[in-house]
Structure formats: C-alpha cells, structure tokens
C-alpha cells in the first residue's frame, strides 16, 4: 500500500541533524509495513527487531547502552554486519523492552550517522515515561489511509490522480464526481486501516461477501483494541477506559441537528458525571490515538486555544470504518446513504480524521448561541469556516451568522455536492470526499 507518510519519512533520512525517529500512531495503521518499505526501497539494507517477539534480545540491553557495544552485539545476532553509515534499524514494539527506548538517546548522541526508527504502542512508550529520551528523538504521527490513499490503494489511480492535482480552477467532471461519491460511501465502511484496505482491493470483485466480511474483521480488531487497552491499564481503569470508548459511537443518539454535539460524561460510568473523573481515561485514549478530540470554542478569534474549555469538546473515532463497525451499521444501510441523521456524524468524523492525516495538530468547531460551525482551520492566519453537510442540502445559517460577525475571506461547505467555487458570494462548495485537500491551491 503506497502510503503519502513516505515522503515524510524519506525526508527524515536526508535531514543533516537527524534523530532517532518514533512513529506514533494506532495500532494496525501500517507503521511497521511503512519501516519496512523505506529499509527496502531507501537503504542498501535494513534489519527489523521486535522486541515483543523475540524476547532474547532483552537481554543485550541490560549490560549497558553503548551504541558501539549494541550494534556490535546486534551483529551477531544478525550473523553480518550493519553499516551505521547505510543501513537502516528498525525497532519494532520498543514499548516491550524500556532500555531499548532508553538507549534512543545515546544512539543520539553517540551514533548519529545511525538511521534508527522505531515502532510500537504509543500507550506503552508513554507509561515508560522515566526512561523516556526526551529531546532525543523525532516524531512523526501517522493515521489511518486517507481516502486519497483508499483509491491509491485500490487501484482507482485515474481517480487519485484528478483529485491530487486540483486547484482552485479546476472542475471535476460528472462521471468523476459520481464515481468519486460511490467510492466515498466504500470508505465509509471499509475506513483506513491497509489490512481491511487490502483486503478490499483484493476482493473486491465480491462486493457483498467482501463487506460482511470486512464488518466481522472490523469487529475482530476492536477486540484486539480493547485487549490492548487491558493489556496497558489496571483492571478498573481498562473498565472505565472501555465504557468510554464505546460510548463516543454510542452518543451518536444524542446528536442534535445532524451535526455530533459535545460529549457528554452522565450515564457512562456509574456515579461518574463529572470530567475531572474522566479526565485521565480520556487523555489515555487520546494518547493511544483511538479518540480524536476536537475543542469547542465561542470565540473565533486567535488564538483558539484561549477561547475553550477543558470540559467542553467533541470526540470522534480514529476510523470511521471502525466506527460503523462498533454500531453494528450494515455496509447496504451505508451504500444506499439511508441511515438518517447518524450520516453527520460520520460526515464529520470523516472530515476530522481528513484534517488530521493533512496536517492539522489540533480541532476546533465554533458555538456561540444557537450558531455552530464544524470546523475552524487556521491558514496562514486566516479562519476560515467549514461547516459540513451529510448530503445535498447545502443551506448553512449559522455560516451567515459566522460571516457577518467575522468576515472570513471566505466560507465553505462540504456536502455531497461537487467541486464549485462560487467568487462572487465567497462561497466554496467541496464534496465531501476531498476534505484532505482543503484549502486548494489557487493554481
């Protein structure tokens, strides 16, 4: 699976005071395939270890953390020699062996001409935290496919193609823009996790019997999720952590106009309705990248992070093909788009997962009164307001709201419509299927 992190990671490689890199992300999103794909097609050679496999090799990271003395011992275990000046080291499951991730900083510092990368669950690197390298490392977060890579991925280039070369000028043709949104509702089931993706691609000329597949795969990796939550928490806090997983998909009967409201903590945990009680369980699943949280703020202005509330916020899942799973939402309801008002919902966590894989750190929607915007993005300075529409019906009141009190330089609405970007009004009109590219460039 070609994944858009490679370009990433290839300029990591050629960076003059590169580190030893950390990628953070999910479980199941691909980071070791990706590693493995660099060493192969970067590298004269890579050497791949994983610490929770093979145990053993706990045992050389006891003695002492000397970089020349660990690669020379790693020489041995490979039976041939690692150049540290080509090739390229991957350390898989670090979380498993907390001297491996301790001797990231003397790698660092000691043998910087290393190409080092690790892998692992982000969960068990953080709890690892006195042995952490702080400011030793790089970081690269990487999510689940994008729906540009979906068609990458299953072999829709042509399609790929037209929406990663557009602008501000161009149109997407008819037969395009309805091939486009047939393919959107797929991802919405099938979401962005390469082993469900590949699955797909490689059966897909069985399209019924591949999705209820595909659901009962879904729903076999939840259980591996909630197995790694136990695995990382005590046993009341892997019970509390599960509760409040499951009730973001859950919450979905709360929505209000279509659109996915603030969390709420009442009913979730019994005799807890409070943040500050769940506070700790929530930050730990953010950590383990199974949630995405977006701010809330009533006051478009920057910056936005002063105009929020810790207690007030959305949460979203990292997969919305996950997500659909965990509802148990038939892949035909999907197809067909009939599933009533839970269609914002996912709308929305399509778009949040969107913004994130494209490069936004942090979420912001907007509420002040009875107005709400889904989405505010920072571009170079700017707001700009992105209010999202499920379906065909692009009417956007509190859009007038926003633009009368803050005067964008323009507002946009994505919807199932296709691409229109309407100068005169200052009215942009993306479908949906495109909310990684957003903003186009102007040529």
Known sequence: MKRHIFQSLTTW?????????????ARQIGK?????????????????????????????????????RLLSDLNFYFRTTINPNQDLL???????????????????????????TCAGS????????????????????MYPMTFLEFLLGTGEDQLYKL???????????????N??????????????????????????QNLNSSLLFIR???????????????????????????????????????????????????GIIPGIDRYSRLANVIDWLETANLLVKQSITHCAQLPLSAYTKENIFKLFMFDVGLLGAMIDLSPKVILD??????????AENFVAQAFLASGLTHLYSWHEGSSEIEFLKEVNGLLLPVEVKSGWVTQAKSLKVFNDKYHPPYRTIFSAKNLLIDKKNLIHYYPLYLAERFPLPEN
């Open 337 to 346: 788009y009939d599933y009533g008002s839970y269609k914002g919902y996912f």
């Open 122 to 141: 982000l969960l068990g690197i953080t709890l690892n935290a006195g042995s952490f390298p702080v400011g030793k490392v790089d970081f690269l977060n």
């Open 216 to 266: 009962q795969k879904q729903s076999e990796l939840i259980l591996a999720y909630y197995a790694d939550i136990a695995k990382h928490s005590g046993k009341i806090n892997a019970m509390h952590i599960d509760r409040v997983w499951r009730s973001v998909p859950n919450q979905l009967s709360t929505q209000h106009n279509h659109s996915a409201r603030r969390f709420t903590f009442k």
């Open 32 to 68: 070791t395939y990706i590693l493995k794909e660099l060493g192969k097609n970067q590298f004269p050679a890579y050497f791949y270890i994983n610490f929770e496999r093979d145990q053993t090799l706990h045992q050389l990271f006891k003695k002492d953390l000397a970089p020349a």
């Open 13 to 25: 490689q050629h960076k003059k005071d590169r580190k030893p890199l950390i990628i953070k992300g």
């Open 163 to 177: 929406l990663n070369h557009l602008t501000l000028e161009s149109e997407i043709p008819l037969t395009a823009h």
């Open 179 to 204: 091939q486009l949104w047939d393919y959107f509702k797929l991802y919405l089931i099938i979401g962005g996790l390469p082993e469900i993706v590949n699955y797909y691609a490689q059966n897909k």
């Open 90 to 116: 991957i350390f898989d499951e670090i979380q498993a062996c907390p001297n491996a991730l301790t001797s990231l900083k003397y790698f660092h510092e000691e043998m910087p001409e290393l190409a080092l």
